[in-house]
């Protein structure tokens, strides 16, 4: 008998708890694949391709799915590399793949030589961003801020007239440099006025004469 | 009045070395030979150039116009001619060159004619509106346009007038608040109307007692009861606006508030003095008062035109032959500039002579011994020794989680550290990191949307083009059945014209395919 009424106990708790955890299922689903969603936000959303992938969702998705390499982001360089070891708990490999680690590509933009533009629109096809505006027989133009540097629209410009170029640092851009005190040549020491900006370590130096 | 007075933790007492340049009274530099105008001087987006090459200027004239909210006009300094308007280099660490205008003076140094504004009958907005056409930035060295300080979405309380000065060597607003207190109390009044708060306190450092009796007296004689002229302990950095604002009311800026959350703001004594100006006489902000000392034969105060070249200003206080470079602002948080010939601006309230005795070179970066003499002198109490490591490996998630933000650079930390660690070069490193990675993240994320748009767009138009298709030709299908139902003559005319609509139909059929093709070909192409 006791058998009995412990088997039935048993089997109502699982059936409650089986209960519990199928509805729980159901009513707490969570939409959308979460593990894409964050490898995505690693990725840089240049939509360039030179992952091999037709932009920055489906090769995060190749991603999660096992089915690429996760150093195949130039734009990303080895800090998102890294990033993305650190979440999907592989092993990071460099960008570059193998050689020195630091393989950041400078940051480009696309400059239209509006003069040559023959207003074709085969370029604002091309960006996968929208950054290009322009017309049909119009000339077209880059609106940098928008612009990836993905450089997809060089290739089917059939004049040739879109050029790739870095971004020129400005007061707003500029950052300071890691403190390490670059080691000078013995001619450039001299010119002290024209280099000590981003070095200007007076704290310490002010404390010693204080 | 007597007031309870409270005390921030940390702080350290360097040097004064005020006493070389607080004694001489407030000279008139002479006009310099050029006038280099940056059109960003302020916090916030550049001015945009109102002015060509040939144009004659007067003095006080509009030669850039504020570009947004956050941006601030900017004037010339004195009449003449524009000779240049072109990128020169400013005094910034970046040592980057940025839009200027170059005049020439003609000697004149002729004023526009000035028209004070009615501002007691403008609307708050219009004050707010005139007070960054006339270029009023905070002149204590952060240079924060004033009027977006003064827009009041919150109920604020006190206005704190910062006369403190904690940074050694500078002594440009102690002299101001000897000469010009009256203007000073004058336009605190004009900002305390603007905010509606209840009290003003004017807190100055106890080693400026002239400074303080001056003060009092200007206070005085305006009558104001709800000003107070506070005398604080002199603590290097009392002058912070956080830890102005914990002395003077105790309460403590929490790290992702303002002080306006707390129902307090904070204004220069300077700034108070040029919000009078501008609204008083209708004067733009020309010009500011620039401390000229340390490697220097003859220390002292100066009232600057705006654009003066440094090496001019400089060689009023004959620097010694080993004078090797310039820093800008107090020996704690100023800047070596990156050439002797850049320009003053509105937020430089100080020029020190650099030289190898009195800036000897950064001794060598030795091991973080871990002895925490960085974190008990921290005003804002953090714990820098953790920042710079987490900074020096790159870590800034880390050091974000320490709350690297609430950093103010005082330099508190770099100051007492036996190890002789730049720690304030590696915040700034840091700050710099985050603040790109931040703006990087923005611009990913727009990207994206736009992308994802783009994408949306294509889909949407690949529907409706087939659901147009679909439609044409369920069109056609219906209307040749109609023209098999009903035939509108003889026999052999309706079989003539159904082969004839029956032959339309295919060669539209082969064209519409024809297109597509050509389009998918292009499309992959």
């Known amino acids: 008998m006791e058998i009995l009424i412990a088997i039935a106990v048993m089997a109502l708790g699982a059936l409650t708890l089986g209960a519990a955890l199928g509805y729980a299922a159901i009513r707490f689903k969570v939409e959308g694949d979460l593990i894409t969603g ?62 020195d680690g630091e393989a950041v590509k400078p940051r480009l933009t696309a400059i239209i030589r509006e003069a040559e533009c023959i207003g074709c629109t085969l370029c604002i096809q091309a960006c996968p961003v929208d950054a290009i505006v322009g017309a049909a027989r119009q000339m077209h133009t880059v609106i ?7 450089e997809l629209c060089v290739k089917p410009c059939p004049v040739e007239c879109i050029d790739m170029v870095s971004v020129p640092e400005t007061l707003a851009t ?36 204080a | 009045m007597l007031q309870k007075l409270f005390k921030f933790k940390g702080g350290i007492k360097p040097a004064h070395h005020k006493a070389e340049s607080q004694g001489a009274p407030i000279a008139i530099a002479p006009l310099p030979g050029r006038l280099v105008i940056p059109l960003s001087q302020s916090a916030g987006e550049a001015a945009q150039p109102v002015v060509a090459v040939g144009d004659r200027v007067l003095k006080g004239q509009f030669i850039g116009r504020a570009e947004g909210w956050l941006s601030s006009a900017v004037h010339a300094s004195t009449s003449g001619t524009v000779v240049a308007v072109e990128p020169r280099l400013m005094p910034h660490p970046s040592g980057l060159a940025t839009l200027s205008v170059v005049i020439e003076p003609d000697g004149e140094d002729r004023w526009l004619p000035l028209q ?3 501002y007691k009958n403008m609307s708050p907005k219009a004050v707010l509106q005139y007070l960054q056409d006339a270029g009023v930035v905070g002149m204590g060295g952060a240079g924060f346009p004033s009027h977006a300080k003064m827009q009041n979405s919150t109920v604020l309380e006190d206005l704190v007038i910062n006369g403190a000065e904690c940074e050694p060597y500078i002594t440009c607003d102690d002299r101001l608040m000897r000469e010009r207190a009256g203007e000073i109390v004058a336009g605190s009044r004009v900002i305390r109307d603007l905010l509606q708060v209840k009290r003003v306190l004017i807190g100055i450092e106890d080693n400026k007692p002239e400074a303080i009796a001056a003060m009092r007296e200007a206070v005085e ?47 220069n004594v300077a700034t108070a003095l040029s919000v009078w100006r501008a609204l008083n006489l209708g004067e ?11 490697n220097v034969e003859q220390a002292g ?35 070596s500039v990156p050439a002797f010939d850049v320009p003053v601006i509105k937020a430089s309230n100080c020029l020190i002579a650099r030289s190898p005795a009195l800036f000897p070179p950064p001794p060598p970066e030795m091991p973080c011994i871990r002895c925490g003499a960085c974190a008990r002198v921290c005003p804002q109490e953090l714990q820098p020794f953790e920042l710079y490591w987490w900074s020096r490996a790159r870590q800034f998630d880390k050091a974000q989680a320490y709350n690297l933000a609430s950093c103010i650079e005082c330099g508190c930390c770099a100051y007492v550290c036996p190890a002789n660690i730049p720690l304030v070069q590696y915040f700034r490193f840091s700050k710099g990191e985050i603040r790109a990675a931040a703006k990087e993240q923005k611009m990913a994320d727009s990207a994206k949307a736009r992308f994802e748009f783009k994408q949306f767009r294509a889909e949407r138009e690949k529907a409706e083009k087939a659901e147009k298709l679909a439609r044409a030709a ?39 395919a024809r297109l597509q093709r050509a389009e998918t070909d292009s499309r992959d192409a």
Not at chain 1, 144 to 150: K, M, V
Not at chain 2, 284 to 294: E, H, K, S
């Open chain 2, 116 to 118: 004070a504004p009615d």
């Open chain 2, 301 to 335: 105060n100066w009232e600057v035109l705006i654009g003066t070249p440094m090496n001019e200003l400089l060689a009023l206080a004959r620097p010694k032959a080993d004078t090797d470079g310039i820093i800008m602002g107090g020996p704690m948080m100023g800047i």
């Open chain 2, 474 to 512: 369920a069109a056609q299908a219906a209307k040749l059945a109609a023209e098999r139902d009903t035939p509108p003559g003889g026999e052999s005319d309706t079989a003539v014209y159904a082969a004839d609509a029956k032959q339309a139909v295919i060669a539209a059929a082969v064209e519409r």
């Open chain 2, 221 to 267: 004689a305006m009558g104001e009861t709800t000003f107070s002229v506070v005398v604080v302990p002199t603590l290097y950095p009392a002058g912070g606006i956080k830890q102005l604002i914990r002395v003077l009311t105790g309460k403590e800026i929490p790290v992702d508030k303002r002080s306006t959350d707390l129902g307090i703001q904070c204004f």
């Open chain 1, 174 to 209: 500029w950052k300071y440099a890691y403190p390490i005190i670059p080691i000078k040549s013995a001619e450039r020491a001299h010119d002290v006025p024209n280099n000590v900006g981003a070095m200007n370590d007076t704290q310490s130096s002010h404390r010693k004469v």
């Open chain 2, 284 to 294: 733009p902000v020309v010009n500011r008062i620039v401390t000229l000392t340390g």
């Open chain 1, 144 to 150: 940098e801020t928008l612009c990836t540097g993905c």
């Open chain 1, 38 to 99: 964050k490898v995505e936000a690693i990725l840089p959303q240049t939509q360039c391709g030179q992952c091999g992938f037709a932009g920055c969702k489906p090769y995060a998705e190749a991603i999660v799915r096992g089915e690429a390499e996760i150093n195949l982001c130039p734009p990303g360089g080895d800090e998102g590399a890294k990033k993305l070891a650190d979440l999907l708990g592989r092993e990071f490999k460099p960008v570059s793949g193998g050689g």
